[in-house]
């Protein structure tokens, strides 16, 4: 096939069979995401499509590595055009033991709390161990969600406190109106000081201008917001997106009143303070999930159901029922910062670093091919493919709970390390609205 059959492939299969209604922008150079507006979940079940209509077999390793951004990417991949090796990561010489030149961006309500304290100088890596086990939900249908309105962050909230003497004052009230928080929320934003931080939840779905590579209807999400020399326009801050601009105040007033959102805070960078070594030890035995993986657990469980057809589930639906799969994977980078945190407090050696990292990545990676094998087995609904899935996921089970096995182990060497705490003064001076 060449690069142009590939690219006439994807046009008809986005037009004829997903009848996609984004195609003004189609072209070889058109961004998957940004111009055509498919989520990551559009982009698998649109390879698959192309595998099995075609009769193609597109090698899932492939599918996982390979930096799919444009149609022209994607013509590349089906014409079996060598994939441009990925950009190494702007690491130091030094690796893990030089300067903090990476970062990660994949939990939206810790980025925004954590992007005062790196503009501080204070390391923010180790309140990351909260996010790659972080909560999730099973709906009564056995279905996958990224977040419920059951879930809220008041274990995240106690952590950041306690951690780094930041208090996290949430201004949304739940058994208020949506327009009286949003009274709230204006007045707020009317006498906000320069370092205070205003936080609140929107539903992207409802920004269609801001990058949404998921896509998701609805899509929760936090942002920083402040006012401008215009009244009609709003700053916002998207930490977790690396993106800053202004977007017109009424848009974003929307954004915020869907009955699908509801959450804010406001609180003072200025207060943090590098976290003690007496709180770390306790935070990293609290979040520290050693006997189970909730993620894999959870998809072993919905695979389940719909194979044994529970509560009327059949395997056509189970493609759908898993769609929010890749929102979860991606909090498994959040190991990399856990081991970082250690490695450098513990001088190992960085080649051992750069080899859990790639365990990590083949976590996340083996995650995704997961999710275009369970999109395969939906498409064909053969109860004999559900055997090699879960497979599939039991080799994943083991491959976490080593990586979690070899964190366990840096902690206790790192709480072998410190020395014992010395007795606080009863009172210490702080700063004025500031935890001490």
Same mark, same amino acid.
């Given at each position: 096939?060449?690069?142009?059959d590939?690219?006439a492939a994807?046009?008809?299969?986005?037009?004829e069979e997903?009848?996609h209604p984004?195609?003004?922008?189609?072209g070889p150079?058109?961004?998957?995401?940004e111009?055509?507006?498919?989520?990551?979940?559009?982009?698998?079940?649109?390879? !698959?499509?192309?595998?099995m209509?075609?009769?193609?077999?597109?090698p #899932?390793?492939?599918?996982?590595r390979?930096?799919l951004s444009?149609?022209?990417?994607?013509? +590349?991949l089906?014409a079996?055009e060598?994939?441009a !090796?990925? &950009?190494a990561?702007?690491?130091p010489p030094? %690796?893990?033991? %030089?300067?903090?030149?990476? @970062?990660l961006k994949?939990?939206c309500?810790?980025?925004?709390?954590? @992007?005062?304290?790196?503009?501080?100088?204070i390391?923010?890596?180790?309140?990351y %161990?909260?996010?790659w086990?972080?909560?999730f939900?099973?709906?009564?249908?056995?279905r996958l &969600?990224?977040?419920? @309105?059951?879930?809220?962050?008041e274990?995240?909230?106690?952590?950041f406190?306690r951690?780094y %003497?930041?208090?996290?004052?949430?201004?949304y009230?739940?058994?208020?109106s949506k327009?009286?928080?949003?009274a709230?929320?204006?007045?707020l /934003?009317?006498?906000?000081?320069p370092?205070?931080?205003?936080?609140?939840?929107?539903?992207?779905?409802?920004?269609?201008?801001?990058?949404?590579k998921?896509?998701?209807?609805?899509?929760?999400?936090?942002?920083?917001?402040?006012l401008t020399?215009?009244p009609e326009?709003?700053?916002?801050?998207?930490?977790?997106?690396?993106?800053? +601009?202004?977007? &017109?105040?009424?848009?974003?007033?929307n954004a915020?009143?869907?009955?699908?959102?509801?959450?804010?805070?406001?609180?003072?960078?200025?207060c943090?303070r590098?976290?003690a070594?007496?709180?770390?030890?306790?935070?990293? #035995?609290?979040?520290f999930?050693?006997?189970?993986?909730?993620?894999?657990?959870?998809?072993?469980?919905?695979?389940?159901?719909?194979?044994e057809?529970?509560a009327g589930l *059949?395997?056509?639906?189970?493609g759908e &029922?898993?769609?929010?799969?890749?929102?979860i994977?991606?909090?498994?980078?959040?190991?990399?910062?856990?081991f970082?945190?250690?490695?450098?407090?513990? *001088?190992w050696?960085?080649?051992?670093?750069q080899r859990?990292?790639?365990?990590? #990545?083949?976590?996340v990676?083996g995650?995704?091919? /997961?999710?275009y094998?369970?999109?395969? /087995?939906?498409?064909?609904?053969?109860?004999?493919?559900?055997?090699?899935?879960m497979?599939r996921?039991?080799?994943?089970?083991?491959a976490?709970f080593?990586?979690?096995?070899?964190l366990a182990?840096? !902690?206790?060497?790192w709480?072998?390390?410190?020395?014992?705490?010395?007795?606080?003064?009863?009172h210490r001076p702080?700063?004025?609205?500031?935890l001490?």
């Amino acid at each position: 096939m060449t690069r142009d059959d590939a690219v006439a492939a994807v046009e008809t299969i986005l037009r004829e069979e997903m009848h996609h209604p984004h195609l003004d922008l189609f072209g070889p150079q058109a961004r998957l995401n940004e111009d055509l507006y498919l989520d990551s979940v559009q982009v698998l079940q649109l390879i !698959l499509s192309l595998e099995m209509n075609l009769g193609l077999s597109i090698p #899932e390793e492939s599918i996982a590595r390979q930096d799919l951004s444009t149609v022209a990417d994607l013509a +590349g991949l089906l014409a079996r055009e060598p994939a441009a !090796l990925p &950009a190494a990561p702007d690491m130091p010489p030094e %690796g893990v033991h %030089g300067p903090l030149t990476y @970062d990660l961006k994949i939990h939206c309500f810790v980025s925004c709390v954590c @992007d005062g304290l790196k503009a501080r100088g204070i390391d923010h890596r180790p309140f990351y %161990g909260l996010i790659w086990d972080a909560e999730f939900a099973i709906t009564d249908e056995f279905r996958l &969600a990224y977040h419920s @309105d059951a879930q809220d962050h008041e274990t995240f909230r106690y952590w950041f406190e306690r951690l780094y %003497g930041v208090p996290l004052h949430a201004w949304y009230d739940p058994s208020r109106s949506k327009d009286a928080n949003v009274a709230t929320l204006l007045d707020l /934003l009317a006498r906000r000081r320069p370092e205070e931080c205003v936080m609140v939840m929107l539903d992207m779905f409802h920004l269609p201008e801001r990058e949404n590579k998921f896509n998701q209807n609805p899509f929760p999400h936090y942002l920083l917001v402040s006012l401008t020399d215009d009244p009609e326009t709003w700053q916002v801050r998207d930490p977790d997106f690396r993106w800053e +601009g202004r977007i &017109a105040r009424d848009r974003m007033l929307n954004a915020i009143r869907q009955p699908t959102v509801a959450g804010g805070y406001v609180f003072d960078p200025a207060c943090a303070r590098p976290p003690a070594d007496a709180d770390l030890a306790a935070f990293f #035995e609290a979040c520290f999930i050693l006997e189970a993986n909730p993620l894999i657990d959870a998809v072993r469980a919905i695979v389940a159901a719909h194979a044994e057809g529970r509560a009327g589930l *059949h395997l056509a639906s189970v493609g759908e &029922a898993l769609r929010e799969l890749p929102v979860i994977t991606i909090r498994k980078w959040a190991y990399e910062h856990g081991f970082a945190f250690f490695w450098r407090a513990l *001088h190992w050696p960085d080649s051992e670093f750069q080899r859990t990292c790639d365990e990590i #990545e083949a976590l996340v990676n083996g995650l995704t091919t /997961l999710h275009y094998a369970v999109l395969k /087995l939906a498409r064909s609904a053969d109860p004999a493919q559900v055997a090699a899935i879960m497979a599939r996921l039991d080799g994943l089970d083991a491959a976490e709970f080593a990586l979690k096995r070899r964190l366990a182990a840096a !902690l206790s060497a790192w709480r072998a390390s410190r020395p014992e705490p010395a007795r606080l003064p009863d009172h210490r001076p702080v700063e004025e609205g500031c935890l001490p």
